[in-house]
């Protein structure tokens, strides 16, 4: 296809460019309400929580799943998890086998046996406490915010119970409570965050495989960890600002 | 201005004030101190008690456990990932006790042979053939596994 030789006269383009002189300024205008979709990152000292996640040591033992579930009142029925532990096979065939049966909470069968497994590992999943969360942004009452350390939670006397949220999260990391019939998610224990202690999970993980942490603190286990290994987070494309950060994370995963 | 313009703006003045009204009985105090939502919010997800205690707690009653434990390879674990939490227990040490995992299959979620699981993190059984039909801890001490 030939490149249309078109002559432009100087009013168009005097035309078009205050089109895009003014789109610009528009744009700019929106600014202020940045704070609706991105918590802005504070400055110098201030946490900032993050976490990692070591694939390498995790034994899916699930004690993360039960843990979480005691302390925060999950139901204890199958399909409401704030974290739960994916079981990834990869075979010689190249088939990625995904299993999590109640979360892990029961345990897990090998399925497929020794001589067909290429790869096999365990991935723990939670919500990623992004910093320009797709959850929080589509709240309609602003029950779904996000506070100045990093942290998504919910208001639960301002949730409705739409569900815009659940199906807005990338990583499925929220649930309708079937009891109080409004959303709930991981809140990295903001209660024991509060109190100086770790959270649940954390605090029971029997091989250290995570790891949170304030980020602006150079020193803490979680700027240690990104440090010293080549961390990565899930579905970096969305640009939603993750900050749960795997180790050793293959690709298959997502 | 025609008339027909005139009309519809009065009516637009009119739901924008009634807006405004509604707005300022109804919007919470805290709301926007922090950013758009209610701050008060934060301070109710805080109050929640918790549930999971910390070491020293388990240490005041139960040191002699404590010592064995921290001699063998169990060293790393906290004892409420087996036991479960422990914040009634510590309140009320007679009358509610912590949980005491006793069969084979609360044992094998860890120690199963299972090829997702690293081989130098932690040691594995085959769940089915080992010692059959034995429970655990009949030959291993939790507190120290090869005592």
Redo the contacts between chains.
């Keep these: 296809m030939a490149i249309e030789n078109k002559n432009f006269s100087r009013r168009d383009f005097f035309r078009k460019s205050g089109a895009v002189a003014g789109s610009v300024i528009f744009a700019s205008l929106l600014n202020p309400f940045k704070?609706?979709y991105a918590?802005e990152e504070p400055k110098g000292k201030s946490k900032w929580y993050g976490i990692g996640i070591d694939i390498?040591?995790?034994?899916?033992?699930?004690?993360c799943v039960r843990?979480c579930k005691?302390?925060n009142d999950v139901p204890k029925e199958p399909f409401f998890f704030r974290n739960w532990v994916e079981?990834?096979?990869i075979t010689n065939d190249g088939d990625v086998k995904v299993s999590s049966p109640n979360g892990g909470i029961d345990?897990?069968k090998?399925i497929v046996p020794?001589e067909d497994?290429y790869k096999?590992?365990?991935v723990p999943k939670m919500c990623n406490h992004c910093s320009k969360s797709p959850c929080t942004q589509v709240c309609p009452v602003?029950?779904s915010?996000?506070?100045?350390e990093g942290l998504a939670?919910v208001?639960?006397?301002?949730c409705i119970g739409c569900g815009y949220c659940v199906q807005a999260c990338p990583y499925g990391c929220r649930y309708i409570n079937p009891k109080e019939g409004v959303v709930d998610k991981c809140?990295l224990?903001?209660?024991?965050l509060?109190?100086g202690?770790d959270p649940?999970c954390m605090?029971?993980?029997?091989?250290?495989a995570r790891i949170f942490g304030d980020l602006h603190d150079k020193e803490s286990s979680i700027a240690k960890f990104i440090k010293e290994n080549n961390c990565v987070v899930l579905k970096p494309q969305l640009n939603t600002g993750a900050k749960l950060f795997y180790n050793a994370l293959s690709q298959e995963v997502h | 201005m025609p008339i027909q313009i005139k009309r519809l703006l009065l009516v637009f003045a009119f739901f924008i004030a009634l807006m405004l009204v509604i707005r300022y009985f109804l919007k919470p105090d805290s709301?926007g101190k922090?950013?758009?939502?209610?701050y008060e919010?934060?301070k109710?997800?805080?109050?929640?008690?918790?549930?999971?205690v910390?070491l020293a707690s388990c240490e005041m009653c139960h040191d002699t456990i404590v010592k064995i434990k921290i001699e063998g390879e169990?060293k790393?674990?906290?004892c409420?990932?087996c036991h479960?939490?422990g914040y009634k227990h510590i309140n009320e040490p007679d009358t509610s006790n912590i949980e005491k995992p006793k069969g084979r299959?609360f044992c094998?979620?860890?120690h199963?042979?299972?090829?997702?699981?690293?081989e130098n993190?932690?040691k594995q059984i085959d769940a089915i053939e080992h010692n059959k039909g034995e429970v655990c801890i009949t030959c291993h001490n939790p507190h120290k596994p090869w005592q």
């Design positions: 704070k609706v918590v390498e040591k995790c034994i899916g033992c699930a004690s843990a005691n302390e079981q990834y096979v345990g897990y090998q020794k497994i096999s590992f365990f602003g029950a915010f996000e506070t100045k939670l208001d639960k006397s301002y809140t224990c903001y209660h024991r509060q109190k202690i649940a605090t029971v993980c029997p091989t250290g | 709301w922090m950013g758009p939502y209610r919010a934060l109710e997800i805080a109050n929640k008690e918790p549930k999971y910390d169990h790393s674990i906290n409420q990932t479960g939490p299959e094998v979620r860890c199963a042979k299972n090829s997702a699981r690293p993190i932690v």
